[in-house]
């Protein structure tokens, strides 16, 4: 995943475009969900965000676990191992504990999880939180007569959102606390461990 500019929309995506992917590998992109589930079932990953602000600030954040599992199982996104040098991460973050997340989207519902937070401060609790992935046709947020939408792992909206508006305001833009504002840059990349 790639955002740099604003050509392409992310936010008001439906469940089969992030399941395929959208946009041009040269530019924004989403590589699609059933392509990292592919490409993760069989190997071990890492994942990678480079963060930038309009205000050239940066930041990243890197797991060494990084895994999308099958559609049938909504794409649950498990990750742990974190390092970087952002003090607020993906939900329930933790060097030593993997956390479990199944992607949701506004037609198909995959958050039966009783964790009350997603993206936490900056602490590194040790239990596990499973999110679902949310986007405008299916809603698997927490936040009830809403959606947090935009395509990507919610509990309720939370600090992080790479999918969101590249020119919105506050929550519908492209953020990641504890930067203030939209993000001018956001980069998600694997890589084979080892």
Same mark, same amino acid.
């Given at each position: 995943?790639?955002?740099?500019?604003?050509?392409?929309?992310?936010?008001?995506?439906?469940?089969?475009?992030?399941?395929?992917?959208?946009?041009?590998?040269?530019?924004?992109?989403?590589?699609?969900?059933?392509?990292?589930?592919?490409?993760?079932?069989?190997?071990?990953?890492?994942?990678?965000?480079?963060?930038?602000?309009?205000?050239?600030?940066?930041?990243?954040?890197?797991?060494?676990?990084?895994?999308?599992?099958?559609?049938?199982?909504?794409?649950?996104?498990?990750?742990?191992?974190?390092?970087?040098?952002?003090?607020?991460?993906?939900?329930?973050?933790?060097?030593?504990?993997?956390?479990?997340? $199944? *992607? +949701? !989207? #506004? /037609? @198909?519902? =995959? &958050?039966?999880?009783?964790?009350?937070? %997603?993206?936490?401060?900056?602490?590194?609790?040790?239990?596990?939180?499973?999110? $679902? *992935? +949310? !986007? #405008? /046709? @299916?809603? =698997? &947020?927490?936040?009830?007569?809403?959606? %947090?939408?935009?395509?990507?792992?919610?509990?309720?909206?939370?600090?992080?959102?790479?999918?969101?508006?590249? /020119?919105?305001?506050?929550?519908?833009?492209?953020?990641?606390?504890?930067?203030?504002?939209?993000?001018?840059?956001?980069?998600?990349?694997?890589?084979?461990?080892?």
């Amino acid at each position: 995943m790639r955002r740099q500019d604003g050509s392409v929309k992310f936010r008001n995506k439906l469940w089969y475009a992030y399941k395929f992917g959208f946009g041009n590998l040269d530019g924004e992109f989403w590589l699609g969900n059933e392509a990292r589930h592919i490409l993760t079932e069989s190997d071990s990953y890492r994942v990678r965000f480079d963060l930038v602000t309009f205000d050239r600030r940066w930041g990243h954040a890197e797991y060494s676990k990084f895994d999308i599992g099958p559609e049938s199982d909504q794409y649950q996104l498990v990750i742990g191992g974190y390092s970087g040098n952002l003090t607020v991460l993906l939900p329930r973050h933790s060097a030593s504990i993997n956390t479990t997340m $199944k *992607f +949701s !989207t #506004k /037609d @198909r519902f =995959n &958050d039966d999880n009783l964790a009350e937070v %997603c993206f936490t401060t900056n602490t590194h609790d040790q239990s596990e939180n499973m999110i $679902k *992935f +949310s !986007t #405008k /046709d @299916r809603d =698997n &947020d927490k936040l009830e007569g809403a959606c %947090c939408c935009g395509g990507w792992w919610f509990n309720a909206c939370g600090y992080v959102r790479l999918t969101g508006d590249y /020119d919105g305001v506050g929550y519908e833009g492209i953020t990641w606390y504890p930067f203030d504002g939209n993000l001018a840059y956001a980069d998600m990349k694997i890589r084979l461990n080892g």
